[in-house]
């Protein structure tokens, strides 16, 4: 028989549960005060306009950056799931602001872990970074390649802030989340639908320019730090309003759910006012969409890890419950995985 009729292998009957969770942050606290310090800003401006009232910094002088919160992370992810890193089959990172261009950041937060030769890679999709790899770990366990992935969501943003550009300045903070993704014999658990997608022809509303040669046709150099996060505010809040209630509402259809079906709702944490106001929108009680972007600000890949170790922390987020996770940021990309857990 030639390859072409050879009928692929079925799935394995194998369901997928998130076995342990952690999160790291750095020890500094910077507050809105504190920023007011250094550029024409007030507290009482950043609240209403993001939330926002803390964030945390790493000090590159203390030995903090993505590789320490990574590891620290997935370290308390392995002892809440009662494993240890050689149990680990794969570690899937998400992060655009890795220690390095090579090697990968997962590769050396797996040393760290102790995980040995497990595989190990980065995942570059800005905000979306964790998301994109819970739907990766499920694929690679209901494929049959793994029993037991670790996913990483973690950004320094602070490293690629230009602290004078108020408007981006005062939005991002540093911070890591890790879940342990585990086969089970019970199949209802796992993934009940999902979505990845990305629109490269907007990269321009978001992104880090290298060099001149990064920015886009006929931007004006002047002004601009290399190495610093460029964003357009204004068209990156129409995208993420557009994109985010679209996004929960194909999902739940995939699923053939309604939205009070969900449990809990667990979403980037980019704008305080855009999640009160998808809230609204599908008439989903304040309880069930958790938001701490006060306390943490927008963490990119680190925000949705780490407001899921909270809630779990707290008893909100519970073995047999649906949860729903949404992200969305620079790419431009989107993207959810429901779950029940």
């Known amino acids: 028989m030639s390859a072409a009729h050879v009928n692929p292998a079925p799935l394995p009957t194998v369901g997928v549960r998130i076995a342990g969770t952690g999160r790291a942050v750095p020890e500094k606290i910077v507050t809105n005060d504190d920023l007011a310090k250094v550029m024409d800003t007030t507290h009482e401006w950043i609240v209403q306009r993001t939330g926002i009232c803390q ?157 001149h040669r990064d920015l886009p046709p006929g931007t004006d150099p002047v002004g601009i730090k290399y190495g610093t996060l460029q964003m357009h505010g204004r068209e990156v809040y129409k995208f993420a309003v557009g994109t985010f209630s679209g996004l929960i509402e194909t999902t739940l259809e995939k699923a053939g759910l309604k939205p009070n079906d969900v449990d809990m709702y667990v979403c980037h944490q980019s704008n305080a006012r855009m999640l009160e106001s998808a809230r609204e929108r599908f008439g989903i009680p304040p309880e069930k969409m958790y938001i701490n972007i006060d306390r943490y600000g927008n963490c990119s890949a680190g925000s949705v890890p780490v407001a899921l170790d909270e809630l779990r922390k707290a008893g909100k987020c519970q073995e047999g419950q649906i949860v729903m996770f949404v992200a969305f940021g620079g790419g431009l990309t989107w993207a959810s995985s429901l779950w029940r857990v």
């Open 55 to 211: 964030r945390y910094h790493c000090d590159p002088d203390k030995g903090e950056g993505p590789t320490s919160l990574s590891a620290a992370a997935l370290e308390r992810a392995l002892t809440d799931a009662g494993l240890k890193g050689s149990d680990l089959d794969a570690i899937v990172l998400g992060t655009v602001t890795g220690e390095m261009l090579c090697p990968s950041t997962a590769c050396r937060v797996g040393a760290m872990v102790g995980a040995g030769t497990a595989a190990a890679y980065d995942i570059s999709a800005a905000c979306c970074g964790f998301v994109y790899g819970l739907n990766q770990a499920y694929a690679l366990i209901r494929s049959g390649q793994a029993r037991t992935v670790g996913v990483v969501g973690c950004d320094v943003m602070s490293r690629a802030l230009d602290f004078d550009n108020r408007a981006v300045a005062v939005l991002f903070g540093d911070s890591a989340g890790a879940a342990i993704v585990r086969a089970t014999d019970d199949t209802t658990r796992g993934v009940l639908a999902s979505a990845m997608h990305a629109d490269g022809s907007r990269w321009h509303d978001l992104y880090i320019p290298g060099d």
